[in-house]
């Protein structure tokens, strides 16, 4: 919860009258009346006697057996065992056009209704709430400095240390002379100017100049004091900011750790905990803030960090179409029991909870060699294809064709646009699989080699046949493999299923190379993601092989 101190008040959230006559005033106005605003209210429930204390004059009644506020006219209802005092602040944030800039205040929430001037949650506040704000550009360079506001500070504060060292620091510093070695030749060049000073003014003036420490204040040595730190095997110590990002953030949560053990009633909120963290380092923050804190909130792209929250302590955050931000479960399909999910999160699910654009593949070959493909094509045609990663899609393999359904399912209920791609199906697989995505993409073919074996030119399978390290098995089979590449290939992409053998091979084609049904199925993911301004909307119908399909086209 973020603010500046001061009790000023928040700007008028009513739409503004327009000023003067003409379109300047009323432009005005209307660009005051569309300006960006925030609200968001926090009720802070479990108070501890010290905060009932505190905030008495705003706290609230709060029942926990349906999760809102008691305002019944009953005073009597307070008294049941499930109703207890609580707290409401509201963070206001707005865009202040002249400073063109955002600002934003904390407030008690009631104050801004029962008061005539709304009443600030000031920082001090929020520390006895256990709210601590850090701000990232300057929380890493301060944290183990004695500067006001750091984290060192704060710990010392909390803990009601006073360092009594200002003053002997000061005075030992103001009675050391600076390169006073006549060897250095500084104090020689300060004697002469002393011998020119004589020349022009007494000597009540200024005489004998020499470099001390000097003007010192305790400011001062709070900014220029910090801790240095040694790393590694070695006894060589260097400043902490001097340290790598990882070493950093491990130190500024281990003394968030001593600001957290000190209180009795602590919300960590923690943005991408992995940044600069190697794997097993983020579960070890995951577990220990959980076990110091009342209350702990992760946002994170990792899957080290996700997989160590269950389904339903999890929840998706994205926009939707409007741009509103909205938050979803994470619900299970049927066809997808828990013990699956956490035992394939890495490699399965992880990335597409984190990703807007779901690709659902039949199986591995689809999963790793359609990306290749579209990587391939534009490379060699940016104007007309484009890259799975440049359109913000992620590849799922559904494992096979009868989980297509599910799995598409489970990511469209997440809000991802979702597409797939598979073999030919029958009617009712076909029918389950378009109920739940944009875009099918399905050919032909019973399997993914006959689809590039008959639809790519014998030059390309030659020449890849010459790019391979043949194993033994296939070597002593096809003795002359360019005499039978059609036959040994084959046999190749067989024993290289789900192994990126057929991936490696289009990798190396040219446009024309690649089968026209792959090259259509590209553009039409380009297309979906990226529609001209005047496409027409309608439906997607599953894109079947068009002519061309022999590759010569």
Not at 7 to 19: I, S, T
Not at 166 to 187: C, K, N, R
Not at 522 to 528: L, R, S
Request: charged fraction near 25%; proline fraction near 5%; aromatic fraction near 8%.
């Amino acid at each position: 919860m973020a603010d500046d101190e001061g009790a000023e008040a928040p700007p008028d959230a009513a739409k503004p009258e327009p000023v003067g006559e003409g379109g300047a005033g009323e432009a005005e106005a209307a660009a005051a009346a569309d300006a960006p605003r925030i609200e968001i209210e926090v009720a802070i429930a479990d108070l501890t006697e010290e905060q009932k204390a505190k905030f008495g004059d705003y706290t609230e009644f709060w029942d926990a057996a349906t999760d809102t506020f008691y305002d019944e006219a009953d005073p009597a209802g307070v008294d049941a065992a499930h109703i207890t005092e609580a707290l409401r602040v509201t963070f206001l944030g707005w865009y202040d056009s002249e400073e063109d800039d955002f600002e934003g205040k904390t407030y008690f929430t009631r104050s801004l209704t029962e008061s005539d001037t709304p009443i600030p949650f000031s920082k001090k506040d929020k520390q006895i709430c256990g709210f601590l704000y850090l701000r990232s550009l300057r929380t890493g360079s301060r944290a183990l400095s004695l500067e006001r506001g750091s984290l060192l500070d704060i710990i010392l504060r909390l803990k009601e240390v006073r360092p009594q060292m200002w003053e002997d620091t000061i005075t030992t510093l103001a009675d050391y002379s600076v390169a006073s070695d006549p060897e250095l030749g500084i104090s020689g060049v300060l004697q002469s100017i002393n011998t020119a000073l004589k020349k022009y003014v007494p000597k009540e003036w200024g005489i004998e100049p020499h470099l001390k420490v000097s003007n010192l204040t305790r400011e001062h040595l709070r900014k220029v004091i910090t801790a240095f730190i040694a790393t590694g095997e070695g006894s060589h110590a260097a400043p902490f900011y001097r340290q790598g990002t990882g070493t950093i953030n491990m130190l500024v949560l281990a003394m968030l750790s001593q600001i957290a053990e000190d209180k009795q009633n602590v919300i960590f909120a923690m943005e991408d905990p992995e940044t600069a963290i190697p794997p097993y380092a983020q579960k070890r923050i995951v577990h220990e803030i959980r076990k110091l804190a009342s209350q702990t909130i992760f946002t994170s792209h990792s899957p080290y960090v996700l997989e160590e929250f269950a389904l339903d302590e999890t929840v998706v955050l994205g926009r939707d179409d409007n741009g509103v931000l909205v938050k979803r479960a994470v619900a299970l399909p049927d066809s997808v029991k828990p013990k699956r999910y956490r035992q394939e999160f890495r490699t399965r699910f992880c990335e597409g909870l984190l990703a807007r654009r779901i690709l659902v593949a039949e199986g591995a070959t689809e999963a790793a060699t359609f990306p290749v493909v579209c990587r391939r094509l534009s490379e060699l045609k940016p104007d007309t294809y484009s890259s799975l990663e440049a359109l913000g899609i992620c590849t799922i393999d559904a494992g096979s064709q009868n989980s297509i359904p599910d799995i598409a399912k489970l990511y469209r209920e997440l809000g991802k646009r979702v597409f797939a791609i598979c073999d030919k199906q029958d009617a009712a697989n076909q029918a389950l699989i378009e109920a739940q995505v944009e875009l099918l993409l399905m050919h032909k073919e019973k399997g993914f080699e006959d689809l590039v074996l008959k639809n790519t030119t014998e030059d390309a399978v030659r020449r890849f046949a010459k790019l391979i390290d043949w194993p033994p098995h296939l070597t002593a089979k096809y003795p002359d493999v360019e005499a039978s590449a059609a036959i040994a290939i084959r046999d190749y992409f067989g024993w290289t299923k789900a192994n990126w053998g057929i991936a490696d091979f289009l990798a190396q084609c040219s446009e024309a190379e690649i089968p026209a049904w792959l090259r259509e199925a590209c553009i039409a993911v380009k297309d979906i993601c990226t529609p001209a301004p005047a496409a027409a909307e309608g439906g997607e119908a599953p894109i079947e092989p068009g002519a061309g399909e022999d590759g010569t086209d």
